[in-house]
């Protein structure tokens, strides 16, 4: 039985670096505001536990500072924000495996939906991946997208071009104020986007004159009625978004990398576990017995 308790241990041990390198691709990103505020932080953590099965203190953490917001957004959203407003926060795991999946807490992010990030993840190549969003307080969640590609950088250990990142934000700002003004609800705005964006693409267009006639065609198919600002604001942003697309070559290549790497460690881990499970039921039959 010593020797049973003993190869245990010398198990536990041996796994201890495997699964830490299983952890790779899992980050979290805190608004600095959360990040000072140990109720807020626990709160965002529950959060954060709740929705996946990772142990957080394995995550790399990175804290967005709201000069960091105001760096990518202010000449878009033309607000600046102080170091006590930054509280969304996000989750990012590479382990998950089919597709994009964005979980958004819409107890306390009013404004951006899943949809509405996705397409902006989108914009920088990003469609793969585990998300979760959340504040410990209400907030837009307009500028948690900074947290979320954040997040990414430091799960994939590669930066994202400015440009792809401003671009990126323009196109999620666009999106909230078009909801806004035309009353329609945000994922059908999203929508909107998501289908022009994909006709764009197809025909590799960056001329916003072009981009402008598909934009109202999509819309008319969706019946949103558009002002002509309205569908020229759109456009503008899908064809800043594809001009950038240049610029994601390597991110993109490092993306594809560490999500296969971070989904075969899970899967190796997965496997340890139900082995390591198998040889503690098998210990504890000799004290059943």
């Not at 899908?238 to 296969?260: E, P």
């Amino acid at each position: 039985m010593k020797r049973l308790l003993l190869a245990l241990i010398i198990l536990t041990i041996c796994l201890s670096p495997i699964y830490s390198a299983s952890t790779s691709g899992f980050a979290i990103t805190y608004g600095e505001t959360t990040y000072n505020n140990p109720t807020y932080k626990s709160s965002v953590n529950s959060y954060f536990g709740s929705h996946t099965d990772k142990n957080l203190n394995n995550a790399n953490t990175k804290v967005v500072t709201a000069s960091q917001v105001n760096q990518i957004a202010k000449n878009i959203t033309g607000r600046t924000y102080n170091s006590n407003q930054i509280f969304s926060c996000a989750l990012v795991d590479l382990s998950y495996s089919q597709g994009i999946k964005i979980i958004v807490d819409t107890s306390k992010i009013n404004t951006v939906t899943s949809k509405m990030y996705a397409n902006a993840l989108k914009s920088t190549g990003i469609e793969n991946g585990y998300v979760v969003v959340t504040s410990p307080v209400s907030a837009t969640g307009e500028s948690a997208l900074t947290g979320v590609l954040e997040s990414y950088e430091v799960a994939v250990g590669t930066p994202i071009p400015e440009e792809a990142k401003k671009a990126a934000t323009e196109e999620l700002y666009t999106e909230t104020q078009i909801a806004n003004q035309t009353g329609q609800s945000p994922d059908k705005i999203a929508e909107l986007f998501d289908k022009a964006k994909q006709e764009v693409q197809k025909q590799n267009l960056q001329d916003p004159a072009q981009i402008k006639v598909i934009v109202i065609n999509v819309a008319n198919s969706l019946n949103i009625n558009l002002s002509d600002q309205q569908a020229q604001d759109i456009a503008n942003a899908l064809a800043n978004s594809q001009k950038v697309q240049g610029s994601l070559t390597d991110f993109k290549n490092q993306l594809q990398a560490a999500t296969q790497q971070a989904s075969q460690s899970q899967g190796i881990l997965d496997q340890i576990q139900n082995y390591l499970q198998s040889f503690i039921d098998y210990i504890m039959s000799f004290f059943g017995g």
